[in-house]
């Protein structure tokens, strides 16, 4: 059982690129999450979703999008990455919005 | 608006122990979470109280007061794999958690 996936482990991005990180959850969780974490500030809450078909919007969700087509994938784009969106990425998901949150295993970014 | 604070590093003796604090100020209050976080890798769950009072699970506590806003993670025969930032984490009144810095905690020999 793998738990969450995270695709890419690292990227390097030109600024003005799109890019997609996946996530993939096969603990039927129907609440997943984008987190952002840069050093100094706690994690940040770019977008989640509490079921399949809805999606709201967290802390940062500018220059992010995403969608949840079903229960275990939640991808996050950005549509034109720019230097500030350089984090590492976690994907997070739980049972319901009121349980406990696991997360992947993040996805380091760097945008140039 | 809404601020959690622990502070950013402590350090410990292999054997001790140590007590992590985190004070909080939220929109709502659904329950306290500490995460454990090794260099490179992803938060792990620790611990969680809604309730006033103690929660102990092996080597690990944590408390929590409601009215002070406050909750400390305490954490006993200090190991060295302990060495980890620990976050403390707060739903609020969306059902939304709100994050602190973390904690850097360092233990030595």
């Known amino acids: 059982i793998a738990g969450i996936t995270q695709a890419p482990t690292s990227q390097i991005l030109a600024a003005g690129r799109r890019m997609t990180l996946r996530c993939t959850q096969d603990?039927?969780?129907?609440?997943m999450y984008w987190y952002r974490q840069d050093l100094g500030l706690g994690l940040r809450l770019i977008h989640y979703s509490n079921t399949a078909g809805t999606t709201g919007k967290g802390e940062v969700p500018d220059g992010y999008s995403v969608s949840r087509a079903n229960t275990d994938d939640f991808p996050l784009t950005l549509a034109s990455a720019v230097p500030s969106q350089t984090s590492v990425y976690f994907c997070?998901?739980?049972?319901?919005?009121?349980?406990?949150?696991?997360f992947g295993p993040g996805t380091r970014l760097t945008v140039l | 608006g809404q601020n959690i604070d622990q502070p950013t590093e402590m350090t410990a003796t292999e054997g001790a122990i140590v007590q992590i604090n985190c004070t909080y100020q939220?929109?709502?209050?659904?329950?306290l979470f500490w995460y454990q976080q090794h260099a490179g890798e992803a938060p792990t769950f620790l611990s969680y109280n809604v309730l006033d009072g103690l929660e102990e699970k092996g080597r690990f506590s944590s408390f929590l007061s409601r009215s002070k806003g406050y909750s400390y993670l305490l954490l006993k025969e200090l190991q060295m794999k302990d060495s980890a930032s620990y976050l403390c984490?707060?739903?609020?009144?969306?059902?939304?958690?709100?994050w602190g810095a973390g904690t850097k905690l360092i233990i030595k020999p």
């Open positions: 603990m039927r969780h129907n609440a």
């Open positions: 997070a998901s739980s049972d319901n919005s009121a349980g406990v949150q696991f």
């Open positions: 984490a707060v739903r609020d009144s969306n059902y939304q958690l709100i």
């Open positions: 939220t929109s709502g209050f659904n329950g």
